[in-house]
């Protein structure tokens, strides 16, 4: 099992940026394909981003393509979640997300993903 804490939210300007963190305890990283969501009040939660385990390939919701970027640091068995050009719309709670099985298959649904962390707030202030 596997033990996920973000870290890296906060207050931003619109066109600002954020990084968010998810680091990982009690299993390697590389032993799960990674998912980053989000949910905003009053709404479902929603797939941000993909990052399959070995091939390290990635995945991103249309309106996040180009200004996120997912990745991981093996030696800190910790995944990224770089936010770029940031909008009043990508306001949320931001939550990282282990899947174990069907590796490298991208899942865009909560029920696809095994582990999740608590969550962390990001406001985009306009």
């Known amino acids: 099992q596997v033990y996920l804490v973000e870290s890296g939210g906060g207050l931003v300007h619109a066109e600002g940026s954020l990084r968010l963190a998810c680091a990982a305890s009690?299993?390697?990283?590389?032993?799960?394909?990674m998912g980053w969501f989000r949910q905003a009040p009053g709404k479902e939660r929603e797939f941000v981003a993909f990052?399959?385990?070995?091939?390290?390939?990635?995945y991103y919701t249309a309106s996040v393509k180009g200004r996120f970027t997912i990745s991981r640091d093996s030696a800190k068995n910790t995944v990224y979640l770089q936010m770029n050009d940031l909008k009043p719309e990508d306001t949320a709670v931001y939550y990282c997300?282990?899947?174990?099985?069907?590796?490298?298959?991208?899942?865009?649904?909560?029920?696809?993903?095994?582990?999740w962390g608590q969550g962390t707030q990001v406001t985009v202030s306009s």
């Open positions: 009690g299993d390697t990283l590389s032993n799960y394909d």
């Open positions: 997300t282990a899947k174990v099985g069907l590796a490298g298959l991208v899942s865009i649904r909560t029920s696809g993903y095994d582990y």
């Open positions: 990052l399959a385990r070995n091939s390290g390939s990635t």
